[in-house]
């Protein structure tokens, strides 16, 4: 049996990274999948590579207006699963609060802009996936506006669940993936960086997009998971 075979499936954010990987594996399960992206060309891109039958379309959750009317061409949806998101390093008395915020805003805010625009298209015992973090257990200094994001969508699983109960809420909370988003924070170092970060893991390694996306497309199909948060961080939080 496949609980994701001809589902529908959106992917906010699934160009890159973890988003992309639960794309490809959603569409390895047959499922029927629109992923976004902040470009068009990139998320046109990326679909044809993964298959033809996956839909692209261009989004920005910071804006209300596009939000709205990207869930309104739907008229039902089984899963959602939401991966747009940055980060921002730097001391809470560095530089403008608003600046540093916007990262925090487009995680927490741009999740609840797809909620309030999807809530009614999600058909009974589908579900919604956001991405906590590591941080949330684990807070490092200059990475506050992280820990704040990720405690705040893991926290948001739990009380949508009282809000909307027909609707599985759900979030998965990765530790340092290699992913694209590093790219810019970690630059050449990349490599060695997280190399150094799995030496200190139970697990030795680092997660990869594609474990972080199973344990997603496990939040999806399984109908007695609401309120949880799944946590794919090679033991971080132990140590």
Do not use: C
């Not at 960086?193 to 199973?214: C, F, M, Q, Y």
């Not at 939040?219 to 007695?224: G, H, K, P, Q, Y």
């Amino acid at each position: 049996m496949n609980p994701l075979k001809s589902k529908i499936v959106v992917v906010i954010g699934g160009s890159s990274g973890i988003g992309r990987a639960v794309v490809a594996l959603a569409h390895e399960q047959g499922a029927t999948l629109t992923l976004t992206s902040r470009s068009l060309d990139k998320a046109q891109r990326i679909a044809k590579e993964i298959g033809a039958a996956v839909h692209a379309s261009a989004l920005d959750v910071n804006d209300e207006k596009a939000v709205n009317a990207f869930f309104a061409s739907f008229t039902a949806i089984d899963h959602i699963y939401i991966a747009a998101g940055s980060t921002r390093l730097g001391r809470v008395t560095d530089g403008n609060l608003e600046d540093s915020m916007a990262a925090f805003n487009e995680r927490i805010l741009g999740s609840l802009r797809v909620v309030r625009a999807a809530v009614t298209k999600i058909t009974p015992g589908g579900s919604m996936t956001f991405t906590g973090g590591v941080s949330t257990d684990r807070p490092i200094a200059g990475a506050w506006v992280s820990g704040l994001g990720t405690a705040s969508a893991e926290q948001m699983a739990r009380v949508l669940v009282m809000e909307f109960p027909n609707i599985r809420f759900n979030a998965v909370a990765p530790g340092y993936t290699d992913t694209p988003m590093w790219d810019p924070i970690m630059g050449d170092n990349k490599a060695s960086i997280l190399a150094g970060v799995a030496a200190t893991l139970p697990v030795k390694k680092i997660a990869t997009p594609e474990e972080v996306a199973s344990a997603v497309l496990f939040l999806m199909s399984n109908a007695s998971v609401t309120g949880e948060t799944i946590h794919v961080d090679g033991g971080a939080r132990l140590i």
